[in-house]
């Protein structure tokens, strides 16, 4: 594909709630527009966007997908991405690398949970958008309901510049408002306005002249003035309230169908804006800066994709802010502070790669095997590096312990989650050390459950995916002037003999474990204290009820006694452990759970129900704060019973609400609650 000036180019993300039609629409535009010669489709895993076999299988879009094509001399940067929750990473990065958006709409389900969200990440962008309401030809679809619903969700500003001929089986392609012509079947024939339609046209044409003539002080005097405003005035106002936000166009079609795609496509070239619109803010000398877009500024290319495949290697994606960059060249990691090398750089279409010299300002490319670069990061040139903000993805909220299903998989474990946290940012690994497991953590079950397909795919390993252990503590309640253990064996020459007797306090929660010594008249020589404690610390990770961590317990070791030749440091480290224990058996132990921190958002009308639910969960509500129609609930909870609230919090609200959870403090476990616990250990141990 021919390089584009910066005029001629438009970056625009597709965003839906799943299941509104973006992959099979953005497969019309690259058939309309001659990228492709078939139509594929989304059910029988032929479309150009969803080619990864976890695509196919589940027929929803997992992954970010870039799809170019050449509209009216222009080149369209299409970037498809999921409309299901789980993968809003690279809704995210889609967002990041656009100058405007397509929001697409189901004209049957109208705007949906998704949909809000989508908008509410353009405004935060202040992306122009326009709105697609897909799926004219199915059962149920209504245009002028569905634009009533946008209007009431999103304001007045959305207006229709398209409206529809027919509707379901009915559907025969749309009428511009602007240019008053209609244009039915695939591909379009230019016609006559049915006369059924006038009345309806006539009134959302004015609607629209009016809204238009309202952004632009000499439309607006010439249509006070009772003049009417030519086509191409109208074109250029609508375009100057399309870029500036006063306006949200709503168009019409069937994606399916291929109906109306003509249409879209010149509605993106012509008022969506090109780069050069759009004002670049970087870092340099730790200064923010504006940055001019253009091919003679400092090169300034933000990373905002990186997928890792087993044959290639790893693929970063990029999108060139300023300047340019050439295949077989050297750049700047101004993130890193490294020089990287770039090999051939490539155009992108679905799963195809095609060659390029270089990938100038405004434009979209990726190039294979990159050493230290990663998504968020910015590529530059040495002598005037500059940093582009990285993207923000969110933080996730849903764990699972990940295990190796055999010990060729645990071998290879680590190389694998580390290419699939890299590949998604949303994905995060750690370690819990209390319960020794790895927790992989991401925005919901199905993204984890695609991680592991994808480990076992393209990397061989396979692996469990279950619900984390509870990181318990235990601690003691009262105080034990003496906890003593005397270690003796006697078996032929030497033998073994350690005596220890220490005091345990218990500590205010949070303190952690101290370790003390008083002993006088040398009962205990100073050089087995030191085992003494080696004991100590041992013992405390393993507890008396349940077998959990001791936290918030100081032992002083006071007496004690040695023998001259039996003693030695290894009877004094099984002394101080063995006495420990049987201390913590005499305090009065009792078991700690993490409890954390919720803050819930949402729908006012669902708030009764979501407290409802938190009190089958033994939260305790901190405080609300309603703003708007949501509601924003404040709560602590035992992490016990909120495991798999990603999961709860998604069916109680039909994915409308969101939360976030952070470890508050350690609380005493309830009586029954303790038994049950304790119980289970010990079947797991038996």
């Known amino acids: 594909m021919e390089q584009s000036g910066l ?17 099979s629409a953005a497969e019309a535009m690259l058939f309309t527009a001659k990228a492709i010669n078939r139509l594929g489709k989304v059910d029988d895993g032929s479309s150009t966007s969803d080619y990864d076999p976890d ?3 589940r027929k929803i879009s997992i992954n970010l997908s870039l799809l170019p094509c050449q509209w009216q001399d222009t080149k369209v ?5 999921p409309g299901y929750s789980d993968f809003v990473g690279e809704v995210n990065a889609g967002i990041r690398a656009s100058e405007a958006a397509i929001i ?5 389900s109208g705007v949906e949970v998704g949909t809000s969200q989508v908008w509410g990440y353009c405004q935060e962008a202040n992306l122009p958008r326009l709105i697609f309401v897909n799926k004219m030809e199915r059962e149920n679809a209504d245009f002028f309901k569905t634009v009533n619903d946008i209007q009431a969700r999103f304001g007045p500003t959305c207006l229709p510049i398209q409206i ?8 025969q392609g749309i009428i511009d408002l602007l240019a008053l012509k209609a244009y039915t079947g695939s591909p379009p024939k230019e016609g006559e306005i049915p006369s059924s339609l006038e009345g309806q046209v006539n009134t959302f044409r004015e609607k629209l002249i009016e809204a238009v003539a309202e952004t632009d002080d000499s439309l607006i005097e010439k249509y006070l003035g009772g003049e009417e405003l030519i086509s191409e005035e109208l074109r250029n106002g609508l375009r100057k309230a399309v870029v500036s936000g006063s306006i949200f166009p709503i168009l019409a079609g069937s994606g399916l169908q291929n109906v109306g795609i003509d249409q879209l496509l010149d509605a993106m070239v012509n008022y969506l804006p090109s780069p050069a619109e759009r004002e670049v803010v970087a870092i340099a000398d730790s200064k923010e800066e504006k940055i001019e877009p253009g091919i003679d500024g400092p090169l300034a290319a933000l990373v905002f994709k990186t997928t890792a495949d087993p044959y290639v290697g790893k693929l970063t994606y990029f999108r060139v802010f300023s300047g340019n960059i050439d295949s077989n060249s050297q750049v700047w990691n101004a993130t890193k502070g490294s020089a990287e090398r770039i090999g051939q750089l490539f155009m992108l279409r679905g799963k195809n790669q095609e060659p390029v010299a270089k990938v100038s300002t405004g434009d979209i490319g990726a190039v294979a095997k990159l050493n230290v670069t990663n998504t968020g990061d910015t590529l530059s040139s040495q002598n005037k590096p500059v940093k582009l903000a990285p993207i923000v993805f969110p933080s996730p909220v849903f764990d699972e312990a990940v295990s190796p299903k055999t010990k060729a998989d645990l071998d290879k474990l680590g190389t694998a989650l580390s290419r ?38 393209k990397f061989g390993v396979s692996v469990n995916l279950e619900t984390p252990k509870v990181p318990y503590k235990e601690t003691i309640t009262v105080s034990v002037p003496s906890a003593e253990h005397k270690h003796r064996k006697q078996s032929g020459g030497h033998g073994q003999y350690g005596h220890v007797i220490m005091k345990l306090e218990p500590l205010p929660r949070g303190t952690g474990n101290e370790f003390a010594q008083h002993v006088v008249g040398g009962t205990v020589p100073k050089n087995y204290i030191p085992a003494v404690e080696k004991g100590f610390q041992e013992a405390i990770q393993d507890g008396v009820l349940a077998h959990h961590p001791v936290v918030d317990v100081k032992a002083t070791l006071y007496d004690g006694s040695f023998h001259p030749v039996d003693s030695s440091e290894i009877c004094f480290k099984i002394a101080g452990s063995q006495a420990l224990k049987k201390g913590l058996a005499d ?3 009792i078991l700690l759970e993490p409890i954390v921190n919720i803050q819930i958002t949402v729908p006012n009308d669902l708030t009764g129900d979501i407290i409802g639910d938190l009190n089958t969960k033994r939260a305790r509500v901190q405080g609300m704060n309603p703003s708007g129609d949501i509601n924003i609930i404040d709560a602590q909870v035992p992490l016990a019973e909120v495991l798999r609230y990603a999961i709860d919090l998604k069916s109680m609200t039909q994915g409308r609400g969101t939360y976030t959870m952070e470890f508050s403090h350690y609380e005493e476990v309830p009586t029954q609650i303790c038994q049950r616990i304790i119980s289970q250990k010990a079947e797991e141990k038996a």
Do not use: Y
């Open 7 to 23: 005029e001629k180019i438009r970056n625009i993300v597709l965003l839906s709630h799943a299941g509104a039609g973006k992959t």
């Open 55 to 57: 695509e196919i299988k």
């Open 77 to 81: 940067n299409i970037l498809d991405t």
């Open 104 to 108: 697409v709409v189901c004209a049957a």
């Open 164 to 171: 529809p001929i027919g509707a379901q089986h009915d559907f």
């Open 420 to 457: 699939i946290t890299e590949e998604d940012p949303t994905l995060r690994v750690h370690r819990e050390p209390d319960t020794g497991e790895t927790l992989l953590s991401g925005m919901g079950d199905t993204q984890l459950e695609v991680a592991a397909e994808k480990m076992q795919r």
């Open 587 to 589: 305090g009065q132990p």
